[in-house]
C-alpha cells in the first residue's frame, strides 16, 4: 500500500474509533459488535441488530447511573450490557468494570461473552488494546496498558468491599438468593459518580419493588 493510502487508512481508523469511544451505540450502528446465539444453527455468530428500540435503551443507560431493566427472553438486554460494560474498560482509562452473577461460574461465562466481542473486531478497523496475555482468564480481562479491568464476581455483599467502581452489571438478580444484599452494595458506586445496571427476568419480590419503585 503507497504511503499516502497507508496515512489515509490510518485516519480513518482513528476516526472511527474516536467515534465509537464517544456512544458504545456507535459500534453497533457500523455493524461491528459481533454476538453469538448458540440456537442459531444457521447463523449463530452474526452483527448486533441496529434496532431503535435497543438504541434507546443504549441512550439512557449513558445518561442513567442507576439502571434497572426487566426483560423477557431473547430481547439481547444482557448482550448489549455486557458490550457497554466493555466498552468502558475498553476505551477509558482506569476502568474497574464487574460483571455480576448468582455464581462465578456464571460471571465467568459473562466474562467470555466480553471476550468474544473483544476477539471478533474486524481487522484492521480498530486498534485494540491488548489484553494481558492475550486473552481473557477466569472471571478477568485486563488491559495493563490502560489501568483497566473487568472482573467477573458472584453474588453477595462482601463482593465490591475492597473496589471502587466504574460499573457494576448485575445479570438475572431477581433470581439471586442474595440479590437484595449484592444490589444494596452497589450503593458506593453510584454515590462514587459510577453506573450500576440490573437486568432480569420478571420475577416478584426485591428486584420487581426497584422496578416499580416501591418500598424495598
Not at 27 to 40: C, S
Not at 77 to 97: K, R, Y
Not at 123 to 138: D, F, N, S, Y
Amino acid at each position: 500500500m503507497p504511503e499516502c493510502e497507508r496515512q489515509k487508512d490510518v485516519e480513518r481508523i482513528v476516526s472511527q474509533m474516536a467515534r465509537w469511544r464517544e456512544h458504545p451505540w456507535a459500534a453497533i450502528e457500523d455493524g461491528v459488535v459481533i454476538t453469538l446465539d448458540p440456537k442459531n444453527l444457521r447463523e449463530p455468530i452474526r452483527k448486533f441488530p441496529n434496532q431503535p428500540w435497543l438504541r434507546e435503551l443504549t441512550n439512557i443507560w449513558m445518561e442513567e447511573p442507576l439502571l434497572v431493566i426487566p426483560k423477557s427472553r431473547q430481547m439481547l438486554t444482557s448482550w448489549l450490557m455486557i458490550w457497554c460494560h466493555l466498552w468502558l474498560a475498553m476505551f477509558h482509562e482506569g476502568a474497574a468494570v464487574f460483571l455480576q452473577s448468582d455464581k462465578e461460574e456464571k460471571s465467568n461465562e459473562l466474562v467470555q461473552r466480553a471476550e468474544f466481542i473483544y476477539n471478533h473486531f474486524p481487522p484492521g478497523e480498530i486498534i485494540l488494546p491488548k489484553l494481558r496475555q492475550g486473552r481473557a482468564t477466569w472471571c478477568s480481562m485486563v488491559w495493563p496498558g490502560l489501568n483497566s479491568f473487568i472482573k467477573g464476581i458472584a453474588q453477595g455483599a462482601d463482593q465490591l468491599r475492597q473496589y471502587s467502581a466504574t460499573g457494576v452489571f448485575l445479570d438475572e438478580a431477581a433470581f439471586w438468593e442474595k440479590g437484595r444484599e449484592s444490589f444494596a452494595a452497589t450503593k458506593p458506586t453510584v454515590d462514587g459518580g459510577g453506573r450500576v445496571t440490573l437486568v432480569s427476568s420478571a420475577r416478584a419480590g426485591w428486584f420487581r419493588d426497584i422496578v416499580f419503585d416501591m418500598s424495598v
